[in-house]
């Protein structure tokens, strides 16, 4: 290509959304490089395979960061108190995680702007800081329990606490702080690789294949109505470990980082395929790990490490500390990935510059609240007592829950906005599968708020609130459907021609959506069911932490 070629190509970029010029250039991924401009046709499977090499990260690390602490804490539960009969509730998120993911990877790839800045350009700041203030609580919350799972992975192993701790916090930092996205990167996928230490873990505990299997296919709510809250409680912490509000933001932003284009979306789709795959798996060995400590302990789960005693008395103390290896490796990733979100996020609010391209010099905000909310983390993990760092996860998975729909809902209105994604807006079959996965996300935050406030919250209760939920779900399908037949838009049709070159225009020439008065009084209802919930929670939380 030549050199006019290539400014051409650079100018067109940066008619576009995109606001940063470290977020334009060759995309330098941890197994390969592709040149900015490369419009080659990639038609033989080696060329196909270097080019997904190259691409491979967002997907694989925002998957894989998912399965952190709080994940293995939750799943070890789930397998310790139920073996493997929960298993299938994996299988049907497989389908929510893929279409959450890849509508937040279309808007990285075509827009080229980051999601927080998104919502506050064209939704205004009223609704964008009501995002952003939940993402901020909840991640640094979600921080806290990696580095309560780094203290359980290095206790286990005989290290000690506070260097353990502030070794892991240095690590996690300096990782970021080298000014290559590159080296960061492959640092990031070598963790990736880590998780992978579940697999022979798994074999040499051999959980049962026929019973993974049947857990797989079998969807029971195991206990009957008597345990249906205890269940529904354990479902809910799968979901709410699984489906993140912070995946949202990293993601994106992370695409955009790489300088990812839509010319190779089908290879970042491709990524997040195989992200999901390592993510059911680890997650299923980890129900299956469980179900295999619980047979060899006394007593009710208390943490992860519970899950190491158990096989450590199973098959020797090699088993046991591979499983706290596993631990340690899945909450540094889990650490990168909430830091990194978190960060991104606050440079999108304050528009300073954001890049792991950049160095420590030339983006010192971006790099202060990474680092900040990493100290934040570690300190509060050394000064907090065991008690009250229990609460802390507990709370987490608490606060996920009852947060669970509000990142979906901006996702999906930003998704079936044609004036920011044009020929990559949602199909009417992602938008409706959304808007239902949004319901069900609301049904589970109800009953989540109401098991918080009355732990004493009964089946018929449960069963109220999932009706109540599915008449109301249903009645504004049916009036959106009746409103968009009458408007013609059930027949409307959208030009993908184009595609690959087609780039969001800059967020000046957009301005503001107008939202319809049903849309303003539908979302003032949801954050105020939110606001409301996560007071009654957070007040919850404190009054368990001062033994109450």
């Known amino acids: 290509m030549t050199t006019a070629t290539l400014n051409s190509e650079v100018r067109e970029i940066h008619h576009g959304a995109v606001l940063d010029d470290a977020h334009v250039g060759d995309i330098k991924g941890a197994f390969g ?28 690390i925002v998957m894989v960061g998912d399965n952190d602490a709080g994940a293995f804490a939750t799943y070890g539960q789930a397998g310790h108190d139920y073996g493997t009969k929960l298993l299938w509730t994996l299988l049907l998120l497989v389908p929510v995680l893929y279409v959450n993911q ?11 702007v980051g999601h927080a800045r998104l919502i506050f350009e064209r939704f205004g700041k009223f609704w964008g800081a009501f995002s952003v203030i939940d993402l901020f609580i909840l991640n640094a919350l979600t921080l806290v329990t990696e580095f309560i799972g780094i203290t ?12 353990s701790v502030i070794m ?45 299997a049947h857990g797989f296919v079998t969807p029971v709510l195991p206990g009957g109505s008597g345990q249906m809250a205890t269940v529904m409680l354990v479902v809910i912490g799968i979901v709410g470990t699984t489906v993140a509000p912070w995946q949202l933001f990293f993601q994106q932003s992370y695409v955009i980082d790489k ?69 340690l490796d899945a909450s540094i990733i889990g650490a990168f990935a909430v830091s990194l979100s978190t960060a991104y996020a606050m440079g999108d609010c304050l528009k300073i510059n954001h890049s792991l391209h950049r160095g420590v010099k030339q983006a010192k905000g971006f790099y202060a609240v990474y680092a900040g909310i990493i100290a934040f983390a570690a300190v509060i993990v050394l000064v907090a007592s065991d008690h009250v760092q229990g609460v802390l996860t507990v709370g987490v998975q608490a606060l996920a829950g009852v947060l669970l729909p509000s990142a979906s809902v901006y996702l999906l209105l930003l998704c079936v906005d044609k004036e920011v ?38 089946a018929g209760q449960i069963e109220a609130i999932l009706a109540g939920c599915l008449l109301v779900a249903l009645a504004l399908g049916g009036w959106m459907a009746v409103k ?8 409307e049709a959208v030009d993908r021609s184009g595609r690959d070159d087609w780039r969001t225009p800059p967020l000046k020439e957009l301005g503001q959506v107008r939202f319809s008065t ?19 929670v957070a007040v919850k939380l404190v009054s368990m932490m001062l033994g109450h």
């Open 33 to 60: 490089t592709i040149k900015l401009g490369d419009h080659d046709a990639r038609t033989g499977l080696s060329a196909k395979l270097k080019t997904l090499l190259a691409i491979v990260g967002p997907g694989l």
């Open 102 to 112: 890849e509508m937040v990877l279309r808007l990285g790839a075509v827009t080229g």
């Open 152 to 163: 359980l992975a290095t206790g286990y192993l005989g290290l000690p606490k506070v260097p």
């Open 168 to 212: 892991a916090a240095l690590v996690i930092v300096a990782a970021a702080m080298s000014g290559s996205f590159q080296r960061f990167e492959r640092i990031a996928l070598t963790l990736c690789v880590g998780s992978l230490l579940l697999i022979p873990i798994s074999i040499m505990a051999h959980p049962g294949a026929g019973t993974m």
């Open 259 to 327: 300088r990812i284009t839509p010319r190779f979306m089908k290879y970042e789709k491709a990524d997040l395929g195989i992200g999901i795959v390592v993510v059911v798996v680890g997650a299923a060995a980890t129900i299956g790990l469980g179900a295999v400590a619980a047979a060899h302990l006394a007593g009710s789960f208390t943490d992860a490490a519970d899950v190491a005693r158990g096989l450590t008395v199973y098959g020797g103390r090699v088993l046991g500390d591979m499983f706290a290896v596993a631990l």
């Open 421 to 458: 994604l044009g020929p990559w807006v949602n199909s009417r079959k992602t938008t409706v599968f959304t808007g239902a996965v949004i319901a069900v996300l609301v049904a589970l935050s109800l009953v989540l708020t109401g098991s918080v406030l009355d732990q004493n919250i009964t």
């Open 484 to 491: 968009a037949l009458r408007a013609g838009r059930a027949a």
């Open 518 to 536: 049903g849309t303003r009084v539908g979302l003032a209802v949801l954050r105020t069911y939110l606001a409301v919930a996560t007071v009654l």
